[in-house]
């Protein structure tokens, strides 16, 4: 089993129209509301790509009951513990005549320290039982700062593999252990080391230079692709190109398709591709998180990786 732990969840809404007026009415297309957020994307990658995966963390509110529905309608497995703040709302606006998507974000609010501690508990149930485990977003606001990386430890004694897709000081923290994958995109990248990596050999060195001790650091860039390290190697990701609807949860999707790869037994450099995939196959759709299978059995032919 595969378990995908987001603490930020949000219950997305789409809207598509064929033109955006700026300081005018504009009337959409299409709507749609789902769950979303980092995490949840992930899981629905993944169920759709039918692996064995849970998802969990907190929901509360009438928006965490319709977020939990929409799991349930989609079959998507999900042990979340329920909390007294509203489960946010985040919204896609794509522009169809501009090919572009602007995302509003709700931030997350506080979460009680009794909700913690439930999910602690419920963690200590989930965590040995899963051979992966997901960890995505940001923490909310207060959180313990150690949050993920409390866990790692528990990891190396089970033999289970972590993905962490987080920045900041999560992160930091995170990164002393070493026994993880640590995913981010350049951006977040250059935040954490506090450091100018829009020049792409800094951003290498720095890869070659940051890649902890027994783990792995991917950053990804866009539509630009990825680049992955294990410490002893370095890869560059070429992604298909495609016109993309929607890029909003691509790198969810490339964080889903690297989990599938390594549980389907794959290198890192075969399970990038597959990651690459599933991004540009996320950036066909107008909504986070979801792509086709068949998109990305086609795509993947056309992602490319080699060693710099």
């Given amino acids: 089993m595969i378990l995908c732990l987001g603490t930020t969840p949000v219950y997305q809404r789409s809207m598509t129209f064929d033109r955006v007026k700026l ?5 959409a297309k299409h709507v749609s509301d789902y769950a979303s957020g980092k995490s949840p994307n992930v899981t629905r990658v993944l169920h759709t790509l ?14 965490g ?12 497995r999900h042990d979340f513990v329920r909390v007294k703040p509203q489960t946010r709302q985040c919204v ?27 999910l602690e508990a419920k963690l200590k149930t989930l965590l040995p039982g899963a051979s992966q485990w997901i960890f995505s977003g940001t923490l ?7 949050f993920y990386a409390k866990w790692l430890p528990l990891a190396k004694s089970t033999g289970a593999t972590v993905i962490l897709d987080a920045r900041g000081e999560p992160l930091e923290l995170a990164l002393k252990h070493g026994n993880a994958i640590y995913k981010l995109n350049r951006d977040e990248f250059a935040e954490t080391l506090r450091a100018d990596l829009s020049d792409d050999s800094r951003l290498i060195d720095a890869i070659r230079h940051h890649t902890p001790a027994g783990g792995k650091l991917i950053i990804t860039l ?10 002893q190697s370095c890869w560059r990701v070429f992604s298909p190109r495609v016109e993309a609807v929607s890029a909003v949860g691509s ?12 549980s389907q037994g794959k ?3 075969g399970s990038l591709r597959l990651a690459a995939a599933c991004g540009a196959a996320n950036a066909l759709t107008p909504y986070a998180g979801h792509l086709n299978r068949e998109d990305v059995d086609r795509l993947l032919s056309e992602a490319k990786v080699e060693r710099v």
Avoid: M
Avoid at 140 to 146: K, L, W, Y
């Fill in 65 to 76: 009951e319709q977020f939990l529905k929409d799991l349930d309608a989609a079959g998507i």
């Fill in 92 to 118: 896609t606006v794509i522009d169809r005549a501009a090919g572009i998507a602007t995302e509003l974000v709700e931030e997350s609010q506080p979460v009680e320290s009794e909700g913690w501690d439930a």
């Fill in 23 to 27: 300081d005018g009415v504009n009337r």
């Fill in 251 to 262: 790198g969810d999707s490339f964080a889903a398709g690297l989990a599938a790869g390594l």
């Fill in 50 to 63: 039918r692996l064995d995966v849970l998802a969990t963390g907190f929901v509360g509110g009438p928006r």
């Fill in 267 to 269: 290198d890192l450099s």
């Fill in 140 to 146: 909310p606001p207060h959180a313990p700062q150690d």
């Fill in 222 to 231: 866009g539509a630009s692709g990825a680049l992955g390290s294990d410490g």
